[in-house]
């Protein structure tokens, strides 16, 4: 929004050009967002604690949990809010990636907050239950990957980048619907399984929300993107807001949600969270490289399904607990270092995946 107002201003005083720089914009997201989160979290913490919106806790999880019973959740509705009021104030809003990206995230926001309420103000413990949830993702998902092929003004936007190789792109044609239907709603479950630990899903998130901004700044320039060997996309540049304002959210977030936890941010934040990731992975057409950087949240989902299938298969569990982060907690890790550890390998999978823009 104010990017219309800053470019009246610049005609007459030119020091209001700066605002014009992407980067400039991106650094203002990250601040506005993360100063929102700092002014409304402890209000919005009271007001939760006020109305009692605070988690159940599974009796057969591990017993270091059972303490914290009541800690307010939904907590991502502030994530929400300040990555929401961030972009609108800071991107281009003719841009039509910045929309589909808002749309995501927003329609995923309020999938996880209908849930929320099923569960913590009707107290009813399914929520909308697993099928219903997977519905609407998809409904949302499809919407998302549909608009995005039907906008399409290349076929590079519409093909498979395969990272180290130069100039190998797989032409999708109606298939990338179904690619980014599964990125979307794979990567918006893959989170949601990983928020299971104060500060677990919210770091990595912020890191790869950094690495995607990185991509989106990248694909969008068309000095950058030839020089990089990646495919120029007009306009996708402009995502960087997007995650600049998801990483200021998300550290403001983390404020509250580190170790001993002042509030979950719920499924209203963790399904929202997770498709953005996806549908930005998805524009800047980066899938392979964003499997890589979110390898916490790929690891976390896979021994889930490893662990239904060897006990379906042989009757035996592979882990203590699936996901993986209860099997730590469970040969005794104390649960601060299971998430430091697991931010550790976030950062290291994060670079790789960002090492992959110079190693072709
Ligand atoms: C959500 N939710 C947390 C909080 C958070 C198929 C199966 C693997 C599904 C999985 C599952 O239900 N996952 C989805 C995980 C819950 O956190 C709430 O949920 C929101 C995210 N959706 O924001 O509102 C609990 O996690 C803890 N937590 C923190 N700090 C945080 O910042 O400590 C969350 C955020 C909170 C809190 O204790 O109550 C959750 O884990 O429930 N199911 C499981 O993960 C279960 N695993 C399981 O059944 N494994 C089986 C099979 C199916 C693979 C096995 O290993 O044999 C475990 N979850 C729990 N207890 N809590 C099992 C036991």
């Given at each position: 929004?104010?990017?219309?107002?800053?470019?009246?201003?610049?005609?007459?005083?030119?020091?209001?050009?700066?605002?014009?720089?992407?980067?400039?914009?991106?650094?203002?997201?990250?601040?506005?967002?993360?100063?929102?989160?700092?002014?409304l979290?402890?209000?919005?913490?009271?007001?939760?604690?006020?109305?009692?919106?605070?988690?159940?806790?599974?009796?057969?999880g591990?017993?270091?949990?059972?303490?914290?019973?009541?800690?307010?959740?939904?907590?991502?509705?502030?994530?929400?809010i300040?990555?929401?009021?961030?972009?609108?104030?800071?991107?281009?809003?003719?841009?039509?990636?910045?929309?589909?990206?808002?749309?995501?995230?927003?329609?995923?926001?309020?999938?996880?907050?209908?849930?929320?309420?099923r569960?913590?103000?009707?107290?009813?413990?399914?929520?909308?239950?697993?099928?219903?949830?997977?519905?609407?993702?998809?409904?949302?998902?499809?919407?998302?990957a549909?608009?995005?092929?039907?906008?399409?003004?290349?076929?590079?936007?519409?093909?498979?980048?395969?990272?180290?190789?130069?100039?190998?792109?797989?032409?999708?044609?109606?298939?990338?619907?179904?690619?980014?239907?599964?990125?979307?709603?794979?990567?918006?479950?893959?989170?949601?399984?990983?928020?299971?630990?104060?500060?677990l899903?919210?770091?990595?998130?912020?890191l790869?929300?950094?690495?995607?901004?990185?991509?989106?700044?990248?694909?969008?320039?068309?000095?950058?993107?030839?020089y990089?060997?990646?495919p120029?996309?007009?306009?996708t540049?402009?995502?960087?807001?997007?995650?600049?304002?998801?990483?200021?959210?998300?550290?403001?977030?983390?404020?509250?949600?580190?170790?001993?936890?002042?509030?979950?941010?719920?499924?209203i934040?963790?399904?929202a969270l997770?498709?953005?990731?996806?549908?930005?992975?998805v524009?800047?057409?980066?899938?392979?490289?964003?499997?890589?950087?979110?390898?916490?949240?790929?690891?976390?989902?896979?021994?889930?399904?490893?662990?239904?299938?060897?006990?379906?298969?042989?009757?035996?569990?592979?882990?203590?607990?699936?996901?993986?982060?209860h099997?730590f907690?469970?040969?005794?890790?104390?649960?601060?270092?299971?998430s430091?550890?697991?931010?550790?390998l976030?950062?290291?999978?994060?670079?790789?995946?960002?090492?992959?823009?110079?190693?072709?």
């Amino acid at each position: 929004m104010l990017l219309y107002l800053f470019d009246i201003l610049s005609r007459e005083y030119s020091v209001f050009n700066v605002f014009r720089y992407l980067t400039f914009r991106g650094i203002c997201g990250v601040l506005t967002s993360l100063s929102i989160c700092f002014v409304l979290g402890p209000l919005m913490i009271r007001k939760l604690s006020h109305y009692q919106i605070g988690q159940t806790v599974r009796q057969d999880g591990p017993p270091t949990h059972f303490e914290k019973v009541g800690t307010p959740t939904m907590g991502g509705s502030l994530i929400l809010i300040s990555v929401l009021l961030s972009t609108l104030l800071w991107a281009d809003l003719t841009n039509r990636f910045v929309w589909v990206v808002l749309f995501t995230c927003l329609s995923f926001g309020v999938i996880g907050w209908v849930d929320d309420y099923r569960k913590l103000v009707d107290k009813n413990p399914r929520g909308i239950g697993a099928r219903n949830k997977f519905l609407w993702q998809s409904i949302c998902g499809l919407g998302a990957a549909l608009f995005l092929y039907l906008s399409a003004q290349s076929d590079i936007e519409l093909s498979l980048i395969v990272p180290i190789f130069k100039e190998v792109a797989v032409y999708l044609g109606p298939f990338y619907i179904v690619l980014a239907y599964l990125v979307i709603v794979g990567s918006s479950n893959a989170v949601n399984l990983t928020d299971g630990l104060d500060g677990l899903a919210i770091l990595p998130t912020v890191l790869v929300a950094g690495g995607l901004g990185i991509f989106a700044y990248a694909t969008g320039h068309s000095v950058f993107a030839p020089y990089l060997a990646i495919p120029y996309i007009p306009g996708t540049g402009e995502v960087l807001v997007f995650c600049a304002a998801l990483v200021g959210a998300g550290l403001g977030f983390l404020w509250f949600n580190t170790y001993p936890a002042q509030v979950f941010m719920g499924d209203i934040g963790a399904l929202a969270l997770g498709a953005s990731l996806g549908v930005v992975a998805v524009a800047v057409r980066q899938e392979i490289a964003f499997l890589i950087m979110g390898g916490i949240f790929v690891i976390e989902t896979a021994s889930v399904i490893l662990q239904v299938a060897s006990y379906k298969l042989v009757g035996k569990r592979l882990f203590r607990m699936a996901p993986l982060h209860h099997h730590f907690e469970l040969k005794g890790w104390p649960e601060p270092r299971v998430s430091v550890r697991f931010w550790i390998l976030s950062l290291i999978l994060v670079l790789i995946g960002l090492a992959t823009l110079k190693i072709r």
